[in-house]
């Protein structure tokens, strides 16, 4: 079978700027592949190249095995949604819509018929009427959605499509998003920078760092098993705590002064005064609290680190507590090269020193 | 920038109001202050800078503020909306044709009284003919500068070149049409005759003759033919160029483009009638005396002039301007004191040497500052024996209006070859209702 | 009254009193004078509607209303065509095109006057660069298409066709402020239209265009506003009206030569009137224009620009 989309050492510069440095990416044939970053790290530019809008300045580019690198947008048979000012205003909602169709030389009517499809598609058949001033944001979005829709491009492009929307909306729209994408099945390129946005609606996440991906797997992996420091960071929220090998926490089987080593905020487990022997102590600094958890800031042996506990069970600020890891929730990085060490099975509990 | 503008002249306005305040009734140096708007050429106001100059030498303490305008045009309108905005200069410089509207308004000081009470100016000093077409019911509202009159200027080395005698005294329109039809010529120096096969299409290198199409060029030859241009010069009512001897110079002059011997409307907009001269592409033209200025600068042919040519009798048409003092000066007799020697000897004299004037003062006329000897034109003393057969053109306050009118249906008949009936009908409707306001305003 | 809105009257007032005092006034006063028999020399008489009477039989006046309106038709649209077309031309970055903008603006930096005399000399029938360049290659006289070179002075047709042509090379203010309006545009507009495949046209007439559209009404009603004035300096200095009878005279001459050359300002007054009347008709009747086909869709009446 071949991938919906695939890009082998794509590089992308423009003016002085290297936007992408050698990026490999397959993405199955329905598939919704989640592109996730900090800013800057290239994700609009990784879409740019897909879309055809930034010529590639190495590398290839194939839709459904169509080597696309060299062809125009227009001939690429791609959709794109974008962050903001998907629409065009001085159109009805129908017309946004019915615009790639117009284009491509559809007539009115056909046009017109199409559009309120697609319209029903994402629940907006009620506004075709409407010009884009007279929406509210997250009409904006559906319709623009609709607009992509409407037709049947092999590849569907999300530039952060719901980063203008307010979080409930957020959370909303991107349920609706996996909906239609599992009603359609159609390959689908999605950018954010918000990792639950990802973790919730990715068949597949990318993580991308500086221009290139550092990681391309499911959210269960990019969670569990994060292939580099800067993955493991990036995802979570907080993201992963990192000391170093020889500080207050231990992995025995790795070498102490070559690893960081990360545990998640959700696997620090703090007890007692601080006099079990359970862990190494910490001072509590801060307690922020979140609902039902609460994240606990703790100075351990000059290390900042942070607890995600149950808010009912926190300590208060200047409590002394043990900070309790197992084993199996530590993660070890290469201190150069900051990638995943495969840890050994087995290996010993954390100790104090 | 305009702003600034603005504010400096607030500025002065107040400092002029405190020192003239501060100084006292009987000690006002503005007194011996004198405003004179005059437009003209570069050259002219050069000129009249000099009169000024000289006059603040000549009487000391007296100061001339020059206030110079681009154009005979913009001169009306500077008068007339400084007269409306209370500050009006005390003289101004005016062609008698546009007089008129400031005389029958009583915009202007007249000046009988003072001249009869002066020293140094007398009435018969000056050419009555200059005297009475500024003088409006008894009064004499202004003193004319100067009296000069159409004569035609003639490239004499293109006549000696062709061997065709020089102009005299007393030729004939037909005369002068002969002379242009001889000295037409192509680049080879062959003639070149509208209308004959074996010339048609040739580029004419040199045109005989350049006259403009205007009322104030027609109405001279119109009197020497007898006849005249309104039905009443003292209060017109109508153009009477339906008259027999109307008529006829009419024809004859609207013929000039059909023979050929003048430039066409495109040769004329490429270069007018006094640049082509200059040139020497032009043998005869017809003109006042102001272009003769500029012309003492040709070098490369010699010119002269010549008396008008006539019909009947010979008949000239007055171009004259003169100094008027408004109403509304309030340094009368400062103004007065520097007319008289702007019309002295000295000061006409002065103006004389510029070349562009015919001046108003008989003796100065007389003198070798008018008539030059050794400078060209050599013939300056016909631009005198014509003075006798002067007229000038109806006092009414439309004129300028009239002139215009007249020009725009005059230049599409002298080009575009017009039927000479309808030519004289469309004169007439195109003026009827301005000879009617004009009437009305009196 | 709120404080905000007292501040902002507050602030306003500067330039309401300039506002009042400089055009309101005047113009009152002008509309007045209409009414009137005035030279500025002597008092003035009232003479009721004689001087619009007299308006309407004037030949100047009528042969003026004409001309001021063809030149409106013409002059307006071609215009705003060329300005838009070299905005857009010139709103990419590429080699030259400082040098290029700066070109498209730099007639209308030319004080009016030293570009109607500088006209006189492009558009001498002879001598003129104008027809010079159109007789390169021609032969007999003629130009290298064959016609006769335009009488640009004289003949009524070219004259004309000389003063739109005049008008044509100061579009630097309406070109600046449609390539600021195209910059301003947002680029997802575009490639949302390159993703479509559509090809240049499309891009302009669905893209470019309709998002202009707010912008160009505003300039073609402004420019329709000045028009009737802006033939006013390269008639008084390169035709003065002519060729005669009236072929290049349009209303602001008529009034000029009423006003300061007859010292006919009641008269004249009257004339203005009459310009104010067919600006305002003109106005009227392109705003109704928009309106309804704002209604339909056609143009951006109801659009937004991005951001709102």
Redesign the interface.
């Known amino acids: 079978m071949t991938a919906g989309l695939s890009l082998h050492g794509v590089h992308l510069t423009r003016g002085a700027v290297t936007a992408l440095r050698g990026v490999d990416l397959v993405v199955d044939r329905g598939e919704l592949l989640v592109v996730l970053g900090p800013s800057g790290a290239g994700k609009s530019s990784l879409l740019r190249a897909i879309?055809g809008?930034d010529p590639v300045t190495g590398g290839t580019v194939k839709i459904g095995g169509r080597d696309v690198t060299g062809l125009?947008?227009?001939?690429r048979n791609?959709?794109?949604v974008?962050q903001?000012?998907?629409l065009?205003?001085?159109?009805?909602v129908a017309?946004n819509i019915a615009?790639?169709h117009?284009?491509?030389g559809a007539d009115r009517r056909a046009a017109a018929a199409r559009a309120a499809q697609a319209a029903a598609t994402v629940g907006c058949q009620d506004l075709l009427t409407r010009?884009p001033?007279q929406l509210s944001g997250g009409e904006r979005q559906r319709v623009a959605l609709a607009r992509v829709l409407v037709r049947e491009p092999d590849v569907f492009l999300l530039d952060e499509p719901l980063a203008n929307l307010d979080a409930g909306l957020r959370t909303r729209m991107r349920t609706e998003i996996r909906a239609v994408h599992d009603r359609l099945g159609a390959t689908t390129v999605y950018v954010t920078h918000d990792q639950s946005e990802a973790m919730a609606l990715g068949d597949r996440i990318a993580v991308l760092r500086d221009g290139r991906i550092e990681q391309v797997d499911t959210p269960d992996e990019v969670w569990h098993r994060p292939r580099t420091r800067h993955v493991a960071s990036f995802v979570g929220a907080p993201g992963m705590n990192l000391l170093p090998g020889d500080g207050p926490l231990r992995l025995p089987g790795v070498q102490a002064s070559a690893v960081e080593l990360g545990v998640r905020p959700e696997h620090v487990r703090l007890g007692g005064d601080g006099t079990t022997r359970d862990g190494p102590p910490g001072d509590v600094e801060r307690v922020e609290v979140l609902g039902e958890d609460a994240l606990v800031h703790v100075r351990l042996g000059g290390h900042a680190l942070i607890a995600r506990v149950p808010a009912r069970t926190r300590p208060a600020p200047g409590d002394r507590v043990t900070v309790g890891v197992a084993e199996e929730h530590l993660h070890a990085f290469d201190l150069v090269t900051g990638e995943r060490i495969p840890l050994p099975a087995g290996a010993g509990r954390a100790a104090a020193r | 920038m305009k702003r600034t503008v603005a504010l400096l002249s607030l500025l002065t306005m107040f400092t002029a109001t405190a020192v003239t305040a501060g100084c006292g009734a009987d000690a006002d140096p503005a007194a011996d202050t004198v405003s004179l708007l005059v437009a003209g050429t570069p050259d002219e106001l050069a000129a009249y800078r000099t009169l000024a100059a000289e006059y603040e030498k000549a009487s000391p303490g007296a100061t001339v503020a020059l206030i110079e305008a681009s154009s005979a045009k913009d001169l009306m309108t500077r008068v007339s909306t400084s007269i409306a905005g209370n500050a009006a200069p005390d003289l101004f410089l005016i062609n008698y044709r546009t007089f008129g509207q400031f005389a029958t308004k009583g915009a202007l000081a007249p000046m009988t009284a003072r001249l009869a009470a002066s020293g140094s100016l007398h009435d018969k000093d000056f050419y009555p003919q200059a005297m009475g077409a500024f003088r409006w019911r008894g009064e004499q509202m202004c003193l004319p500068q100067n009296i000069s009159s159409l004569a035609v200027y003639y490239n004499r080395s293109l006549f000696t070149k062709y061997q065709v005698p020089e102009p005299v005294a007393g030729w004939h329109w037909n005369d002068m049409v002969a002379v242009a039809q001889a000295l037409t010529r192509d680049a080879n120096g062959r003639t070149v005759r509208a209308g004959e096969p074996e010339t048609a299409g040739t580029p004419v290198a040199v045109h005989g003759l350049g006259i403009t199409p205007e009322l104030i060029r027609l109405a001279p030859l119109i009197w020497s033919n007898g006849g005249d241009i309104v039905d009443d010069p003292n209060a017109p009512t109508r153009l009477t160029l339906d008259t027999p001897q109307a008529r006829q110079v009419l024809q004859d002059f609207l013929e000039l483009p059909k023979i050929g011997v003048v430039p066409s409307d495109v040769e004329m907009e490429t270069q007018d009638h006094e640049a082509r001269f200059a040139a020497g592409k032009l043998a005869m033209f017809v003109s006042s005396r102001r272009v003769t200025t500029a012309f003492r600068a040709i070098t490369g042919f010699e010119w002269d002039v010549a008396p008008l040519p006539q019909y009947q009798s010979p008949a000239n048409i007055l171009h004259s301007d003169a100094y008027c003092m408004t109403k509304a000066s309030s340094h009368q007799d400062a103004a007065w004191r520097f007319l008289e020697y702007a019309l002295s000897d000295p000061g006409a004299a002065l103006m004389a040497r510029t070349g562009r004037t015919v001046p108003s003062r008989t003796s100065v006329a007389t003198s070798p500052a008018f008539l030059s000897p050794g400078t060209s034109p050599a013939r300056s003393q016909i631009f005198l024996d014509t003075i006798p057969t002067l007229r000038a053109v109806p006092t009414i306050s439309t004129w300028p209006e009239i002139e215009d009118a007249t020009g725009k249906v005059l230049e599409n008949a002298f080009f575009h070859g017009d039927p000479l009936d309808k030519v004289i009908a469309d004169l007439d409707t195109a003026t009827r209702a301005v000879f009617q306001r004009g009437t009305a305003a009196r | 009254m709120s404080r905000d809105r007292r501040q902002l009257l507050l602030m306003l007032t500067p330039y309401l009193v300039g506002l009042v005092v400089l055009v309101l006034l005047p113009a009152a006063a002008t509309m007045a004078m209409a009414f009137t028999e005035t030279d500025l020399i002597a008092g003035s008489r009232l003479v009721g509607w004689d001087n619009f009477v007299e308006l309407t039989g004037d030949p100047a006046v009528r042969a003026a209303v004409g001309n001021s309106l063809s030149y409106l038709a013409v002059s307006v649209p071609l215009r705003l065509v060329l300005a838009v077309g070299l905005a857009l031309l010139l709103h990419r970055r590429a080699r030259a095109v400082g040098t290029a903008r700066a070109a498209v603006l730099l007639p209308g930096a030319v004080p009016e006057l030293a570009y109607g005399l500088l006209w006189l000399w492009l558009l001498n029938p002879i001598q003129g660069p104008v027809n010079q360049l159109l007789m390169l290659g021609g032969q007999g006289g003629r130009t290298m298409f064959g016609s006769l070179p335009p009488q640009w002075l004289t003949d009524p047709e070219d004259a004309r066709a000389g003063i739109v042509l005049m008008s044509l090379f100061t579009i630097g203010e309406t070109f600046v402020i449609v390539l600021t309006a195209r910059l301003a545009l947002p680029p997802e507009a575009y490639e949302l239209a390159e993703l479509e495949g559509a090809h240049a046209g499309q891009v302009l007439r669905r893209v470019t265009l309709p998002l202009l559209a707010p912008v160009l009404t505003v300039l073609v009603v402004r420019d329709t506003l000045l028009s009737l004035q802006a033939s006013f300096v390269p008639t008084l200095v390169v035709t003065n009206g002519g060729p005669p009878p009236y072929a290049t005279t349009y209303l602001s001459l008529v009034l000029y030569q009423d006003a300061f050359e007859y010292l006919r300002y009641g008269y004249a007054a009257a004339v203005a009137a009459l310009m104010l009347a067919l600006t305002a008709v003109a106005v009227l009747i392109q705003w109704r224009l928009l309106r309804r086909w704002a209604s339909r869709g056609l143009v951006g009446g109801q659009a937004r620009l991005p951001g709102n």
């Not at chain 1, 125009?72 to 001939?75: E, K, L």
């Not at chain 1, 065009?88 to 009805?92: A, D, F, I, V």
């Open positions: 879309a809008l125009r947008p227009g001939q791609v959709s794109m974008f903001s000012y998907s065009l205003p001085h159109l009805t017309d615009f790639g117009r284009i491509r010009r001033h």
